[in-house]
T-cell receptor, first 119, second 117 residues
């Protein structure tokens, strides 16, 4: 399967613990996005990377959240000192932006998500 | 600012009858509009997209949507529902800004489609 993959698919943790999620985008895609989806809501943008550079972060991304894409391929999203309010589905998406300014025209391909439950 | 309003949180139709999922948008820029579908335990899948070409957009699995600028609407339709269409559907807007960086997707809250046999 050459789509976007995410690991783990499910994570249950206790409040205060740290968790890390991984996303492997489609191999030639230069953009990678993280979204969060809570129950009954649509996904909300968290952050995105152009190759290895993190270019934008949402106000939803508190100081406890950090994301990396060290070699411009896979990405990790870490949440430190988890809180019950962090319980959500974390989605990763990737796209190929071939020409600047055309990003709004390009499809984002989504992974299956990582469901986080904080007890 | 960009936002999407999906007017119905839940739509129920009988198999073989038409489907209408309503969506209104707001955008400070010329928008691109998308419909995504989310089946349980599966990733979001693109159904169709509007990017300022033809206003009537055809997508996969017999779905189509019409962009109406005067009504700021992008409703999703299908002539005949199939059991496999039961899923969550999201209307999505993103601004098309030449020279800009991100194209963050702004999702609606979703419409759950139930198909009754």
């Amino acid at each position: 399967d050459t789509g976007v993959s995410q690991d783990p698919r499910h994570k249950i943790t206790k409040r205060g613990q740290n968790v890390t999620f991984r996303c492997d985008p489609i191999s030639e895609h230069n953009r990678l996005y993280w979204y969060r989806q809570t129950l009954g809501q649509g996904p909300e943008f968290l952050t995105y990377f152009q190759n290895e550079a993190q270019l934008e972060k949402s106000r939803l991304l508190s100081d406890r959240f950090s994301a990396e894409r060290p070699k411009g391929s896979f990405s990790t999203l870490e949440i430190q000192r988890t809180e019950q309010g962090d319980s959500a589905m974390y989605l990763c998406a990737s796209s190929l932006e071939s020409r600047p300014g055309l990003a709004g025209l390009v499809e984002q391909f989504f992974g299956p998500g990582t469901r986080l439950t904080v007890l | 600012a960009q936002s999407v309003t999906q007017l119905d949180s839940h739509v129920s139709v009988s198999e073989g009858t038409p489907v209408l999922l309503r969506c209104n948008y707001s955008s400070s820029y010329s928008p691109s509009l998308f419909w995504y579908v989310q089946h349980p335990n599966k990733g979001l899948q693109l159904l169709l997209k509007y990017t300022s070409a033809a206003t009537l957009v055809k997508g996969i699995n017999g779905f189509e949507a019409e962009f109406k600028k005067s009504e700021t609407s992008f409703h999703l339709t299908k002539p005949s529902a199939h059991m496999s269409d039961a899923a969550e559907y999201f209307c999505v807007v993103t601004p098309v800004k030449l020279g800009s960086g991100a194209n963050n997707l702004f999702f609606g809250t979703g419409t759950r489609l139930t198909v009754i046999p």
